[in-house]
Protein backbone atom coordinates (compact mmCIF):
# COMPACT_ATOMS: atom_id res chain seq x y z
CA UNK A 1 0.00 0.00 0.00
CA UNK A 2 1.58 3.22 -0.96
CA UNK A 3 1.91 6.51 1.68
CA UNK A 4 2.13 9.68 0.58
CA UNK A 5 4.17 11.94 2.96
CA UNK A 6 4.08 15.62 2.51
CA UNK A 7 6.72 18.10 4.16
CA UNK A 8 7.60 22.00 3.84
CA UNK A 9 4.57 23.46 4.99
CA UNK A 10 5.25 26.27 7.65
CA UNK A 11 4.25 29.91 8.33
CA UNK A 12 5.54 32.71 5.98
CA UNK A 13 4.88 35.81 5.26
CA UNK A 14 3.20 37.48 1.80
CA UNK A 15 5.31 37.08 -1.29
CA UNK A 16 7.37 34.88 0.42
CA UNK A 17 8.58 31.33 -1.57
CA UNK A 18 7.89 27.97 -0.31
CA UNK A 19 8.58 23.99 -1.36
CA UNK A 20 6.51 21.46 -0.60
CA UNK A 21 7.97 17.55 -0.93
CA UNK A 22 5.26 14.82 -1.10
CA UNK A 23 7.57 11.19 -0.98
CA UNK A 24 6.07 7.59 -1.48
CA UNK A 25 6.73 4.56 -0.26
CA UNK A 26 5.51 1.31 -0.80
CA UNK A 27 5.05 1.79 -4.38
CA UNK A 28 6.92 3.51 -7.15
CA UNK A 29 5.23 6.79 -8.55
CA UNK A 30 7.05 7.08 -12.27
CA UNK A 31 3.47 5.47 -13.71
CA UNK A 32 1.05 8.05 -12.40
CA UNK A 33 0.12 11.26 -12.49
CA UNK A 34 0.27 13.20 -9.06
CA UNK A 35 -1.32 15.63 -7.96
CA UNK A 36 -1.44 18.79 -5.48
CA UNK A 37 -4.74 19.75 -3.76
CA UNK A 38 -5.64 22.13 -0.89
CA UNK A 39 -7.94 22.75 1.59
CA UNK A 40 -8.60 26.10 3.61
CA UNK A 41 -10.64 26.21 6.57
CA UNK A 42 -14.19 25.89 6.71
CA UNK A 43 -13.78 25.20 2.16
CA UNK A 44 -13.71 22.32 0.29
CA UNK A 45 -10.80 20.71 -1.26
CA UNK A 46 -9.62 22.23 -4.54
CA UNK A 47 -7.33 21.53 -7.25
CA UNK A 48 -3.65 23.28 -7.17
CA UNK A 49 -1.28 21.05 -10.22
CA UNK A 50 -1.25 17.93 -11.78
CA UNK A 51 1.61 16.52 -13.64
CA UNK A 52 1.29 13.28 -16.07
CA UNK A 53 3.72 10.26 -15.24
CA UNK A 54 7.16 12.09 -16.93
CA UNK A 55 6.60 15.56 -16.06
CA UNK A 56 6.41 16.52 -20.12
CA UNK A 57 2.72 18.29 -18.93
CA UNK A 58 1.51 19.96 -16.22
CA UNK A 59 -1.49 21.95 -15.60
CA UNK A 60 -2.66 24.71 -13.21
CA UNK A 61 -5.55 26.49 -11.12
CA UNK A 62 -5.99 29.56 -12.52
CA UNK A 63 -5.99 31.19 -9.10
CA UNK A 64 -1.66 29.54 -8.81
CA UNK A 65 -0.97 29.75 -12.51
CA UNK A 66 2.45 31.38 -12.79
CA UNK A 67 3.25 31.45 -9.02
CA UNK A 68 3.74 27.38 -8.63
CA UNK A 69 5.70 25.05 -10.30
CA UNK A 70 4.63 21.50 -9.69
CA UNK A 71 7.41 18.83 -10.64
CA UNK A 72 8.76 15.50 -9.68
CA UNK A 73 11.91 13.52 -9.19
CA UNK A 74 11.56 9.66 -10.16
CA UNK A 75 14.65 8.94 -8.43
CA UNK A 76 13.83 9.95 -5.15
CA UNK A 77 9.72 9.23 -6.12
CA UNK A 78 9.02 12.39 -5.03
CA UNK A 79 6.85 15.07 -6.12
CA UNK A 80 7.57 18.58 -5.37
CA UNK A 81 5.22 22.25 -5.66
CA UNK A 82 7.29 24.76 -5.53
CA UNK A 83 5.26 28.03 -4.46
CA UNK A 84 6.32 31.73 -5.23
CA UNK A 85 4.98 34.74 -4.52
CA UNK A 86 2.72 33.65 -1.51
CA UNK A 87 -0.70 35.52 -0.97
CA UNK A 88 -2.71 35.08 2.21
CA UNK A 89 -5.11 33.53 -0.05
CA UNK A 90 -3.13 30.49 -0.41
CA UNK A 91 -3.61 29.86 3.35
CA UNK A 92 -4.44 26.27 3.67
CA UNK A 93 -3.60 22.56 4.35
CA UNK A 94 -1.78 21.12 1.08
CA UNK A 95 -2.13 17.49 0.17
CA UNK A 96 -0.78 15.20 -2.24
CA UNK A 97 -2.28 12.67 -4.00
CA UNK A 98 -1.46 9.62 -6.86
CA UNK A 99 -3.97 9.01 -9.35
CA UNK A 100 -5.75 5.64 -9.94
CA UNK A 101 -4.43 4.93 -13.05
CA UNK A 102 -1.01 5.32 -15.57
CA UNK A 103 -0.83 9.00 -15.61
CA UNK A 104 -0.50 10.18 -19.66
CA UNK A 105 -2.63 12.74 -19.12
CA UNK A 106 -3.17 15.17 -16.03
CA UNK A 107 -6.30 15.20 -13.83
CA UNK A 108 -8.56 18.06 -11.83
CA UNK A 109 -10.81 16.32 -9.96
CA UNK A 110 -10.59 14.89 -7.17
CA UNK A 111 -12.21 11.47 -8.08
CA UNK A 112 -9.55 10.80 -10.37
CA UNK A 113 -6.47 10.22 -7.06
CA UNK A 114 -6.76 7.39 -5.19
CA UNK A 115 -4.49 7.82 -2.63
CA UNK A 116 -3.28 10.90 -0.25
CA UNK A 117 -1.00 12.05 2.11
CA UNK A 118 -2.30 13.67 5.60
CA UNK A 119 -1.44 17.27 4.67
CA UNK A 120 0.78 19.77 5.63
CA UNK A 121 -0.14 23.13 6.94
CA UNK A 122 0.99 26.14 4.53
CA UNK A 123 0.28 29.65 6.57
CA UNK A 124 0.75 32.97 4.81
CA UNK A 125 0.68 36.16 6.55
CA UNK A 126 -0.02 39.33 5.54
Known amino acids: QVQLVESGGRLVQAGDSLRLSCVAS????????MGWFRQARGKEREFVAS????????SYADSVKGRFTISRDHAKNTVYLQMNSLKPEDTADYYCAKSSQVGRSTYRAIEEYAHWGQGTQVTVSS
Open 51 to 58: INWNGATT
Open 26 to 33: GQILASFT
